[in-house]
Nanobody, 123 residues
Framework: QVQLVESGGGLVQAGASLRLSCAAS?????KGWFRQAPGREREFVAG????????YYADSVKGRFTISGDNAKNTLYLQMNSLKPEDTAVYYC???????????????????WGQGTQVTVSS
């Protein structure tokens, strides 16, 4: 059983940056970040393929967020720049088997989830 532990959330003003981290206790393949705001469904934010060769982003964060991984540390990151109030949500990292590009966007296909970290952006 793989455990994922997120860190790095917080309260910031609009325009600021945050970096989320997700440490995994075991080997994982495809990885992603999702978020859920109050009263809304969990939504895809960013994903990275099992080999780290390709990354994908939701249109709402493209150009502002960057997903990356450090295999040596078995850690996934989400660098968030130019944060907006609408980015406020609980952010979850997810990991699973080998998923296709399209499958990275489907939360139900990920096997492991972190506990979530709150990101609040004030205007």
């Amino acid at each position: 059983q793989v455990q994922l532990v997120e860190s790095g959330g917080g309260l910031v003003q609009a325009g600021a940056s945050l970096r989320l981290s997700c440490a995994a206790s075991g080997r994982t393949f495809s990885k992603g970040w999702f978020r859920q705001a109050p009263g809304r469904e969990r939504e895809f934010v960013a994903g990275i393929t099992w080999d780290g060769a390709s990354t994908y982003y939701a249109d709402s964060v493209k150009g502002r967020f960057t997903i990356s991984g450090d295999n040596a540390k078995n850690t996934l990151y989400l660098q968030m720049n130019s944060l907006k109030p609408e980015d406020t949500a609980v952010y979850y990292c997810a990991a699973g088997g080998i998923l296709s590009n399209a499958q990275l966007r489907a939360a139900r296909l990920f096997d492991y989830w972190g506990q979530g970290t709150q990101v609040t952006v004030s205007s």
